[in-house]
């Protein structure tokens, strides 16, 4: 089994960046697909960003392209989401999960997640 541990939210003013850090134990990354999801108050989780695997090519939601970037270090069993140009509508809790599909019921594991919130 994987344990996910996210870290890295916090209140940011619009424009400026996060990086997010998804910590895993139990097991390394590199049998799943992994990603990041978001839900905002009153919304449904969406996914924001998943690698098929650790060597796939990332995969993004239209809304956040050109702005996040997923990355994952092997060394460290740690996936990344770096996000650039923060917008308001961009607040919400960030989960990581993993498993077998880049899809919200594809993924086996997830994180507590961390809140991110972006001010106008």
């Known amino acids: 089994e994987v344990q996910l541990v996210e870290s890295g939210g916090g209140l940011v003013q619009a424009g400026g960046s996060l990086r997010l850090s998804c910590a895993a134990s139990?097991?390394?990354?590199?049998?799943?697909?992994i990603g990041w999801f978001r839900q905002a108050p009153g919304k449904e989780r969406e996914g924001v960003s998943c690698m098929r695997s650790t060597y796939g090519n990332p995969e993004y939601t239209d809304s956040v392209k050109g702005r996040f970037t997923i990355s994952v270090d092997n060394a460290k069993n740690t996936v990344y989401l770096q996000m650039n140009s923060l917008k308001p509508e961009d607040t919400a809790v960030y989960y990581c999960?993993?498993?077998?599909?880049?899809?919200?019921?594809?993924?086996?594991?997830w994180g507590k997640g961390t809140l991110v919130t972006v001010s106008s």
């Open positions: 139990g097991s390394t990354f590199d049998a799943y697909a």
């Open positions: 999960a993993a498993g077998r599909l880049c899809a919200s019921w594809g993924m086996d594991y």
